[in-house]
């Protein structure tokens, strides 16, 4: 494969970036959008040839080494970019996914003054996101991660021009950076240890080592740190439910599609040093799954369309850190890759709804848009199956492999896992029903504007649902008959971890008639929960109250005979409304409080320190001398 | 040796080109005799160790790369001076004068094989600084400036020369290379003489270089003092300082590493904490560029106390970036207060970049780009600067201090963007600010620079 | 007569090093009390200079004791520069006697925080 093809890859968005970034005044409207998509298409479809060819040469994983890059002391580090299967399937979604977001926002952007700025951000995100899957050690890998951390800062304050401080933007930043150190700690203890930051040669050195080696421990649990913050993960997720309120088309890319996943690449990538150190595997699979559920528990009274989803990509990527807890790999990956799809789909949905209806997101004002918005509702209806798992669509697939893994490897994560899908279900329906179905509860004028996208838009949505609905095909089990041709594919990424730790690889132990039993119950929960959404939003048409009116007192809903209702209420809904609020003011509120706390800490102590400064010289040369004799008098008396 | 020599001689030509009716010769005339400076001062290159002036003087290829990036950055602070048009009272000829003659100064400090040179060189630079600060006469901040510098920074020599007189007594020489072989040939049995001495020394260095506790003079000064020559001490001094620090410890004091290292700690980290946390309360850009300056000593500090083969690379590199930087921040800061200034109101706070993207799109980008590179974020020059210095940390085992330096970096980054946001996300209203072409060379070098080695940093390597 | 006089470095080593340690010590310290204590710009210059003497004062000590001529050539370093250092700090104080009409530092603190 010859590197200047490669290097084509992330160079397409860099130049993008920089035509937009450099002429973005000069350069017409119409220009502007097309040089933005040109770039990421050419990127995809460089991509796609090199897929091509690397599966024509025999899928062997090579590393292209373009130049010396640094070398301190014993350490170099040449920038070379790693193509195999993991980087390649990146490079898929990447580009893929990017391209679609790239048109649709060609559209959905058209509008806004700061157009050529955001597409200069957009490609210039690309550009990072393709570092961070490509290149082939940990210091290119964390400098595309650094680069797509302060995209997303950016983009993420975008609309936000004369606020003083955009707490969000700010708020993911801080989050990231905390993961960051986690991930540079670990580079370093890596330096350390193995005296290289080349994948190949990490891992070479890493398969000699014992399971289990305490210094492998430490590495992954610090890597694992970087991980939480940037995908989002206990104690570092309430960072991306507030990144919302970026434009639509980057909550689809970077918030839901890619970045996110960049955690969960970065574990995939190093898999050996994983496998080697089952505690930390132990608390991947704890922290997956509880931010499993509590995001989900807190999706499910959430009433802006895209906090919805939010949570709910918050709680999809607790599932593919529970796949990689029980070693699930390639189960990961193909949650992953599924979720691209339909969460990228779904937010691109909830755009071109947010679009019809000016601006407004809280799903109480909307109502009945099916037939306004036909395309719209159909794909938004596969996403919303797709990711609740009802079969044959893409979600099911994924995510019962991760539960089977889980099943597996310790029954009350699978029970936790299925708690969790319920409640996907439940509130994915709840958002879809309240969306599309009943009568429209927006003001007038906003029922008068209600239309259907423009093709730029909508084209992304139907491409975008036919892989959501056919996704799932690249990996049927061998139980239904399939051959799962991606954990095939993505088999010889684990060489080393087979190595150091075989029986974690073994063949399943579950029979067929257990898998059938799993899946059977997980298909029967979702159905049963999206049910329950149709029974309570459609049928009897209950609209969440809005926030300023009180929970209706025992006598009102006496007057309304919604006496069965308040039973249901009572059993099923208030405790999980309880539990979900109770959840949402620790994640939420005591996480925010450690965070911004934390800030606060600093500016009080700042605002005191600073008094230290009198403006007095006698003063100063006194606090001097004072830190002469301390240093003289403890390194000569008391050393 | 060759550009002291020679820029103690054109110094003296260019106060006698100052009696020439035309000052327009002045600027030229310093800029061409920089380079002619920096020309001379690689005809030692890839000599090995060489010594001259009776072997006070020590010359090879670390201490020569750090005469460059003085060199370089003098002439880029230099060539923004635009020769002191626009000031009525100001005196460029004798302002070139000094500005070489304390580039003497420096070049003593990076090279000096005898503690005589390094005390003439710290006092060159030193009272050079003194005359500049209180350069503007009239200016009361500027005189108060002067002034605290002054009688804190000779406060600090009398500290040093104690230390000094103290080494002397334990060791019987001045000479760098005699104090080492007598330290390693007593190992950590040196009698406490040599402790006090060696403790006072290096806090009268560790001054110059505004490390906490004796870091108060710098936000005053720096604040005070005019800003092209706050430029000045807050890049050239400082790594003049650190080239001076790294060379007293590496070459004399290694064998006694257990008896200083720990007091350099607590320092660096007390650096680290003072600097960052106080810049966060500023609103002046101009004072925080000055505890961003104390907090970078405190970086480099790392750097110097982990002593591992990579710290000469990382103080090397790191002061380069960092360097470049505040020169574009400085640069851009000039440009704006003045036009600020033109308009009758003297703001050097955040506030007064205010929309400056709109109309001035390169001047935003080159502050965006320094304050980037400051605040270590990948793909500028600082982000390797900081990479280096951790990693002689963690070659050192230091990793606690790592920890602290990397919650610090990002409480930095809280300052820093602050820059960006309001020259980028904030409405104000900055006319089109008219930069002269020479300027803005300089500009956009210095920013292509720090992007060039944050893509590249091999680059730096291979040019060594 | 003139054989009767010893030499100079005799004369010195009469007292014997710990004694002019501490007097230079005493007088280094005095000079910090000096500046710690005083308002006037002069007055706390001339404390820094009893330092920068106290230091000569060891040097010379130092360098006798050793029969060592770069101690004292050190000290005529430390005198030039000191006087160097003296004109700067002089114009810097009439400078600022000219804008304020005086010299006390407690008045210097416009610059702070």
């Known amino acids: 494969m010859s590197a200047s093809l490669l290097v084509l890859i992330p160079l397409l968005p860099l130049i993008g970036f920089l035509i937009n970034g450099i002429g973005f005044r000069r350069i017409p409207r119409g220009a502007v959008g097309i040089i933005g998509s040109l770039a990421a298409l050419g990127s995809f479809a460089v991509s796609v040839v090199v897929l091509m060819a690397f599966k024509e040469a025999g899928s062997t994983p090579q590393v292209v080494s373009l130049f010396d890059w640094i070398s301190v002391g014993e350490l170099s580090i040449p920038f070379s970019f790693q193509i195999d299967q993991l980087s390649l399937l990146m490079l898929m979604i990447v580009t893929g996914v990017g391209s679609l977001i790239h048109v649709y926002s060609a559209g959905y952007m058209k509008e806004d003054e700061g157009f050529g700025k955001f597409f200069a951000f957009l490609n210039l995100f690309l550009f990072f996101m393709l570092l961070l899957v490509m290149g082939s050690n940990y210091v290119i890998m964390f400098i595309g991660w650094e680069g797509v951390g302060l995209c997303s800062y950016l983009l993420i304050g975008f609309w936000n021009k004369n606020t003083d401080y955009n707490n969000a933007a700010r708020k993911a930043f801080i989050m990231n950076r905390i993961g960051d150190l986690g991930f540079l700690l670990g580079i370093f203890t890596i330096i350390g240890t193995f005296g290289s930051v080349e994948f190949t040669e990490v891992f070479r050195q890493a398969t000699g080592l014992p399971v289990g080696d305490p210094v492998v421990v430490v590495i992954t649990l610090l890597l694992f740190v970087g991980a939480t913050g940037k995908s989002a993960q206990i104690p570092l997720f309430t960072w991306l439910p507030d990144a919302m309120a970026g434009p639509t088309p980057v909550s689809a890319l970077i918030h839901a599609a890619t970045m996110v996943t960049a955690g969960i690449y970065m574990v995939i990538r190093s898999n050996v040093l994983f496998t080697l150190a089952p505690a930390t595997l132990e608390v991947v699979a704890i922290i997956g799954t509880a931010t499993a559920l509590l995001a989900a528990s807190i999706g499910l009274l959430q009433n802006d369309i895209k906090k919805v989803l939010a949570y709910s990509t918050v709680s999809q990527l607790g599932y593919m850190f529970l796949a990689l807890g029980v070693m699930a790999y390639s189960a990961s990956m193909f949650h992953v890759i599924t979720h691209a799809f339909f969460k990228a789909l779904l937010f691109l949905g909830a755009g071109s709804v947010i679009h019809a209806m000016s601006g407004e997101q809280d799903i109480r004002f909307m109502g009945g848009l099916r037939k306004k918005l036909p395309i719209t509702f159909i794909t938004f209806l596969i996403g919303t199956i797709a990711i609740a798992g009802i079969p044959p669509f893409a979600g099911f697939f994924s995510k019962d492999e991760i539960l089977a893994h889980a099943f597996e490897h310790n029954k009350v994560l699978w029970v936790l896992g299925l708690l969790g899908s319920i409640m996907t279900s439940f509130y994915m329906f709840r958002l879809l029903f309240l969306t599309f179905f009943g009568s429209f509860r927006g003001t007038h004028e906003q029922a008068h504007h209600l239309h259907e996208s423009p093709t730029s838009m909508t084209l992304p949505l139907i491409v975008l649902a036919v892989f959501s609905a056919l996704g799932g095909f690249m990996g049927v089990p061998e139980v239904l008959g399939g051959t799962h041709q991606l954990a095939t594919f993505m088999s010889p990424l684990y060489e080393g971890a087979r190595q150091v730790n075989p029986a974690a690889f073994a063949a399943t132990t579950l029979s067929h008639s257990e898998e059938y039993l799993l899946m059977g119950i997980s298909v029967v929960a979702a159905l049963v929960a999206a049910l329950a959404a149709y029974v309570v939003y459609v049928r009897r048409d209950s609209v969440p109250a809005p926030e300023t009116q009180e929970r209706p007192a025992l006598q009102r809903v006496i007057y309304h005979k919604y006496y069965i209702d308040e039973l249901y209420d009572a059993v099923f809904v208030k405790p999980i409304r309880t539990l979900s609020a109770l959840l949402f003011s620790f994640g939420e509120f005591f996480i925010d409080l450690v965070v911004n706390g934390t800030g606060t800490l600093v500016k009080v102590l700042s605002g005191q320190l600073r008094r230290t400064q009198t403006g007095s010289t006698g003063y100063y040369i006194f606090a001097m001398v004072v830190g002469i004799v301390l240093i003289l008098f403890w390194n000569l008396l008391l050393r | ?464 | ?113």
Do not use: C
């Not at chain 2, 003087?57 to 626009?86: C, E, K, P, Y």
């Not at chain 2, 003194?130 to 009361?140: A, C, P, Q, R, V």
């Not at chain 2, 001045?174 to 072989?181: A, E, H, R, V």
């Open chain 3, 1 to 113: 007569m003139m054989q009767q006089t010893p030499p100079i470095p005799e004369i010195i080593q009469a007292i014997p090093l710990q004694s002019y340690l501490i007097l230079s010590t005493a007088l280094f310290v005095i000079g910090i009390i000096g500046v710690l204590t005083r308002r006037n710009a002069i007055v706390i210059f001339m404390s820094i200079e009893l330092m920068l003497n106290a230091a000569n004062l060891l040097l010379i000590a130092f360098s006798s004791y050793k029969s060592d001529a770069s101690g004292q050539v050190f000290v005529f370093f430390i005198m030039a520069v000191a006087a160097a250092e003296v004109a700067v700090g002089l114009a810097i104080i009439v400078m600022i006697y000219r804008n304020t009409r005086t010299i006390d530092v407690g008045f210097l603190n416009k610059l702070k925080w």
């Open chain 2, 1 to 464: 040796m060759y550009p002291i020599v020679l820029l103690s001689v054109l110094g003296i030509v260019v106060l006698f080109l100052g009696f020439m009716k035309s000052k327009s010769v002045l600027l030229p005339a310093t800029l061409l005799f920089l380079v002619l400076a920096l020309a001379s001062n690689f005809i030692d290159w890839n000599q090995g160790k060489v010594l001259y002036f009776y072997e006070m003087l020590a010359v090879n290829n670390l201490t020569l790369a750090f005469n460059a990036i003085v060199l370089v950055s003098a002439f880029m602070i230099v060539a923004m001076t635009r020769g002191f048009q626009d000031q009525e009272e100001a005196q460029p000829a004798e302002y070139y004068g000094i500005m070489l003659f304390s580039l003497v100064g420096a070049f003593m400090i990076i090279g000096y094989e005898h503690l005589i040179m390094l005390f003439v060189g710290i006092e060159i630079l030193s009272v050079s600084m003194y005359i500049l600060t209180g350069s503007d006469k009239s200016n009361l901040r500027s005189n108060e400036a002067a002034l605290k510098y002054f009688l804190m920074g000779a406060f600090a020599t009398g500290i040093m020369l104690f230390g000094i007189a103290l080494l002397y007594g334990a060791t019987g020489s001045f000479n760098l290379t005699d104090i080492q072989s007598y330290v390693s040939i007593q190992g950590r049995g040196v009698s406490y003489i040599l402790y006090a001495g060696l403790l006072l020394l290096l806090i009268g260095m560790l001054f110059k270089v505004s490390a906490a506790p004796f870091h108060f003079w710098t936000p005053d000064v720096y604040d005070g003092a005019p800003t092209i020559f706050t430029t000045f001490m807050s890049t050239i001094v400082k790594t003049a300082g650190f080239a001076a620090i790294f060379r007293l410890l590496s070459h004399s004091f290694t064998p006694i590493y257990s008896f200083w290292w720990i007091t350099l700690a607590a320092i660096t980290v007390l650096t680290l904490l003072v600097g960052n946390i106080i810049a966060v309360y500023q609103n002046s850009f101009k004072r925080m560029l000055a505890y961003s300056s104390i907090s970078h000593a405190g970086y480099l500090l790392i750097a110097v106390t982990s002593l591992s083969p990579q710290t000469e690379n990382a103080i090397l590199f790191y002061s380069l970036a960092y360097s470049i930087a505040t020169i574009s921040a400085f640069g851009v800061l000039m440009l704006v207060s003045k036009k600020k200034a033109l308009e009758g109101q003297v703001d050097e706070s955040y506030a007064a970049f205010n929309g400056l993207a709109a109309q001035n799109p390169l001047l935003a980008f080159v502050l965006a780009v320094s304050m980037l590179s400051l605040a270590g974020i990948p793909l500028t020059a600082g982000f390797w600067g900081k990479f280096f210095v951790f990693g002689s940390a963690v070659e050192r085992g230091l990793v606690w201090m790592l920890v602290v330096a990397v919650l610090m970096s990002a409480v930095g980054i809280y300052y820093y963007f602050r820059a960006i946001i309001a020259a980028y996300l904030k409405e104000g209203d900055i006319g089109k600010i008219r930069i002269a072409p020479f300027y803005r060379i300089i500009l956009v070098v210095a920013t292509a620079m720090t992007i060039l080695f944050g893509l590249a940093p091999g680059i730096f390597e291979k040019l060594l």
